[in-house]
């Protein structure tokens, strides 16, 4: 079986929206095991990339390539290697966590025995296994958050992307979810985050695309984009704005 | 505090939608409701003909002079057929009520005998039923009386002495009297002395809180839409018609459950015998309930909100079933209403459940209802499948 470093390759991509041109031939490399970050300002094309990748979206022209595989020929294997996070809490709230669970879970088809069995680990992973049997609408904004990154975890992903899990989220809940990124990363899972806070990128990412109007304006580690912009102690949000200016977006 | 009332004036005239349910719907429910109690007589058109068999057994001179007299009356239309016939299209709920001459009528009347006439009828129609008697009964006594003045008195004699030997009272009333010309026979649900207001308030209940039900699992997935689990099953290896379908299939089997539990309610406690014809009923339950869950899955793919689809659910849904009978029978509704009616679902749904308990029809008989309510639901749904595929599985 052939391996591939590059677990995500993006090439030439470009969506059209009407007469808006969302993405503009972007091309861009995630390496496998690798914690990628996507930032951008409102309206610069994130939500289009990541619909992309999750084969929700067609593009008008370019490829993707998960693990070696074209994701518009084999869209469901490679649903199958993601598990995806939406921003929104994405979950049945008069049903309990563990149902939650089971029940997205099952649609990736996991055994059931394997499914329960993975059910009760990963509410271990995310600190709510004394809640297991809890309707979900009892639970506190930070604990909603973490469930749902955990309905993404049934079916073990390679990859995992991850849209602003933090947001309304308090410190402690925010620094838990931190602490579940990197275990996850550190086992192997290949993580893309898209967020607006530049302090989470800094902390978590290993490589950033910063992305605005369609098209990527930078892309590397925090040191390369600082050295890309000559400002060796710059921090990200500085960099961010350079690259993507003070125009209010609306 | 007057500026607090100008902000929520302001925000109100600014909102279309609550103005247009503050005054435009109740002014078209009042309108409904109107129409349908028959409070709005300048539009319902007076002219409207009744529809009266005539079974003329006797084809004697008086009794045709006597039909000649009657068809010449404004708004009495008069259908000739024969016994058979007349009895099938009653029972059809094709007609209100038959008129016979029995054999031996103009004998009768020269004799001084009781006249053989006799009206049967379907007692779902009984308020147009009791309107037709009254002019029946008139023109045969004027009809009579032109021809046997001298005996009419001797007729009605005879007539009061035997009602006196048959029931021991003596009755001297007019009325009472004039009510023995013509003898009344109902000849729909009869048969275990059938109660249809009974049938009325099941079928016509169940049918209004289905649409209520399944409307509320159409909203739902607008509410999956707003809330990112429509957008997060996407994510999954689903195809996008499928969680449309599966959504569909819920909603049609709660609508069927519904519709099973409500008619075991009524047997079991309320004494209506469900087990006249349980094919048709099945088949009815099922077309039924697609038509209404199309319905519901219908009312929430032309809304772009949850707030939206549940206004637009509650408006037609009263709309509906005030048009269609489920709140008001049909019965007692004008003649203009029951135009209107065959527009419902509800109207398909609670005359097939008629047909099967009230006029205990055999399946064939209920087949257009059974077509109409599945030709309706597989519109809906083809249509819904298409609006959703540009809606909610739209991602921008």
């Not at chain 1, 609408?137 to 958050?145: A, H, L, V, W």
């Not at chain 1, 749902?148 to 979810?177: F, W, Y």
């Not at chain 1, 040191?223 to 000559?230: C, Q």
């Not at chain 2, 005996?151 to 009510?179: D, H, L, P, V, W």
Request: hydrophobic share 45%.
């Amino acid at each position: 079986m052939q391996y591939y470093n590059e677990m995500i390759e993006v090439k030439s991509v470009s969506k059209t929206y009407g007469n808006i041109e969302s993405l503009k031939e972007i091309s861009f490399n995630i390496r496998r095991g690798e914690i990628f970050g996507l930032l951008g300002p409102n309206g610069a094309g994130k939500s289009t990339t990541v619909n992309i990748l999750n084969t929700l979206l067609k593009p008008d022209s370019g490829e993707i390539y998960i693990d070696g595989l074209n994701i518009f020929h084999d869209p469901d294997k490679c649903k199958k290697m993601m598990g995806v996070v939406p921003q929104e809490i994405a979950l049945y709230d008069n049903m309990t966590a563990y149902e939650n669970l089971i029940f997205w879970g099952g649609l990736y088809n996991v055994p059931k025995k394997e499914l329960r069995a993975s059910a009760k680990k990963i509410l271990e992973l995310v600190g709510l296994a004394g809640r297991n049997n809890d309707r979900i609408r009892t639970f506190s904004g930070g604990m909603k958050r973490r469930i749902n990154i955990a309905c993404s975890l049934l079916h073990k992903p390679q990859i995992l992307i991850l849209d602003e899990p933090t947001a309304g989220v308090d410190p402690q809940n925010r620094n838990h979810i931190f602490d579940l990124i990197e275990k996850l990363n550190q086992e192997g899972m290949t993580v893309i985050y898209t967020t607006h806070y530049m302090e989470e990128a800094e902390r978590l990412c290993d490589r950033i695309a910063i992305i605005d109007l369609g098209t990527i304006k930078a892309e590397g580690t925090l040191e390369e984009l600082r050295a890309l912009n000559g400002s060796p102690n710059a921090n990200l949000e500085y960099i961010f704005l350079m690259l993507t200016g003070k125009l209010l977006r609306d | 505090m007057l500026k607090l009332f100008r902000k929520d004036l302001i925000l109100f005239l600014n909102d279309q939608k609550s103005f247009i349910l503050t005054f435009l719907v109740p002014v078209i429910l009042i309108s409904l409701f109107a129409f349908a109690y028959g409070g709005v007589n300048d539009f319902i058109d007076s002219s409207e003909s009744f529809q009266l068999l005539v079974v003329d057994q006797d084809q004697s001179e008086l009794s045709s002079e006597f039909l000649s007299n009657l068809s010449s009356l404004n708004g009495m239309h008069i259908v000739y057929s024969d016994l058979d016939s007349a009895t099938n299209l009653i029972i059809r709920g094709k007609y209100p009520g038959a008129l016979i001459f029995h054999p031996g009528f103009q004998d009768s009347v020269k004799i001084n005998a009781g006249l053989p006439v006799e009206l049967i009828f379907d007692r779902e129609q009984e308020f147009e039923i009791a309107m037709a008697q009254a002019i029946i009964i008139n023109s045969l006594i004027s009809s009579v009386r032109k021809i046997e003045m001298d005996k009419y008195i001797e007729i009605n004699r005879a007539i009061s002495n035997q009602i006196q030997e048959e029931t021991g009272i003596t009755r001297t009333k007019a009325g009472n009297i004039s009510q023995s010309f013509l003898k009344m026979t109902s000849i729909v649900g009869e048969k275990d002395d059938l109660n249809l207001g009974l049938i009325q308030a099941v079928a016509g209940t169940s049918i209004l809180m289905l649409l209520f039900s399944v409307a509320g699992i159409g909203t739902s997935i607008l509410e999956e839409k707003e809330n990112g689990t429509i957008k997060r099953l996407l994510y999954s290896p689903l195809k996008s018609r499928t969680i449309l379908y599966s959504k569909m299939l819920f909603a049609l089997f709660v609508a069927i459950l519904q519709l099973t539990v409500m008619f075991l309610f009524s047997w079991i406690f309320l004494n209506l015998d469900i087990t006249v014809n349980v094919e048709a009923m099945i088949l009815m339950i099922i077309s039924t309930a697609f038509a209404i869950s199309s319905v519901g899955i219908f009312l929430a793919s032309i809304a772009v909100s949850r707030h939206q689809a549940s206004s637009l659910s509650t408006l037609v849904i009263l709309v509906m079933s005030a048009v269609g009978g489920s709140m008001i029978p049909l019965f007692a509704m004008p003649d203009v209403m029951n135009k209107i009616a065959p527009f419902s679902i509800n109207y398909w749904g609670i005359q097939g459940f008629y047909d099967i308990f009230w006029r205990s029809l055999p399946l064939r008989e209920i087949l257009p209802e059974i077509f109409v309510l599945t030709g309706t639901g597989i519109v809906l749904t083809v249509i819904s499948i298409r609006l959703f595929s540009k809606s909610i599985f739209k991602i921008a």
